[in-house]
């Protein structure tokens, strides 16, 4: 989606931050021994408090109003049954639909006791993406992102996760440019619009750089004992920094 006028601008910063709000919540009250499911019920009444509808169930009928992943899951968990533990690492994914309109954050989080190892690990996947939206630009080739992704974790003695990236949004939840790799591609010559609507996820990985497909068929693992991170916002690309629509 490419941003026509101020109404749909505002139309985009209202479901940025719907999704945002919701993904501060189930942050807020994650804790141990809780399930989930339960997780993913905080996150649900709060979209229906704003008539927002789940992306994820309205697209492609996940079974849950958001992804959550623990440890070795990279993306797209499903809620259940499973408690959260100490020491678990939490990714969240929200994303939503309000009046035609799409936002997609996420975020990854540690419940204590914190290893500190996991916890450089997120810092770098933030500074990642903060160096990705320094050079998402009007005019900047889209491969720019997944060059300072790539820069960004060997710098912090990360490895990138190759098939997971980000994606155009807006009138739905994936939109061109399709799949925004988290790695440089010398062959991408596509070139980033102002007023164009994308979200930026890095997936920074203790090793495992390939996620597996589980036997539920939604939820992708990398290797046991590996961990990964996540952070995304959905933005505005400008002349300058981008505009982050997912924020409070």
């Not at 061109?176 to 991408?188: A, G, L, R, S, V």
């Amino acid at each position: 989606m490419t941003i026509e006028n101020e109404d749909e601008l505002g139309r985009m910063k209202v479901i940025g931050r719907i999704v945002f709000e919701t993904l501060m919540l189930m942050k807020r009250q994650m804790q141990i021994g809780m399930s989930t499911l339960e997780l993913d019920k905080i996150g649900a009444e709060n979209l229906d408090k704003y008539g927002a509808r789940s992306a994820p169930m309205v697209m492609y009928d996940f079974p849950g109003y958001t992804c959550i992943s623990i440890n070795e899951e990279a993306a797209h968990g499903i809620p259940s049954e499973r408690l959260i533990e100490a020491g678990d690492v939490v990714n969240i994914d929200v994303s939503a639909e309000l009046d035609g309109y799409f936002g997609d954050t996420g975020g990854t989080f540690l419940v204590p006791p914190v290893d500190p190892k996991l916890q450089y690990l997120c810092q770098a996947t933030r500074k990642a993406l903060r160096s990705a939206m320094q050079v998402a630009r009007a005019g900047a080739r889209v491969n720019q992102i997944g060059a300072a992704i790539t820069k960004s974790a060997k710098k912090s003695g990360f490895v990138t996760i190759r098939d997971l990236g980000s994606h155009g949004i807006g009138r739905s939840l994936h939109e061109e440019p399709h799949f925004i790799p988290n790695f440089y591609d010398k062959t991408d010559r596509r070139v980033l619009q102002e007023g164009q609507v994308i979200t930026i996820e890095p997936f920074l990985s203790t090793g495992c750089e390939q996620t597996t497909t589980q036997a539920d068929g939604w939820t992708l693992s990398t290797g046991a004992g590996n961990f990964s991170a996540q952070y995304e916002h959905t933005m505005v690309i400008t002349q300058g920094k981008p505009m982050i629509l997912t924020a409070l």
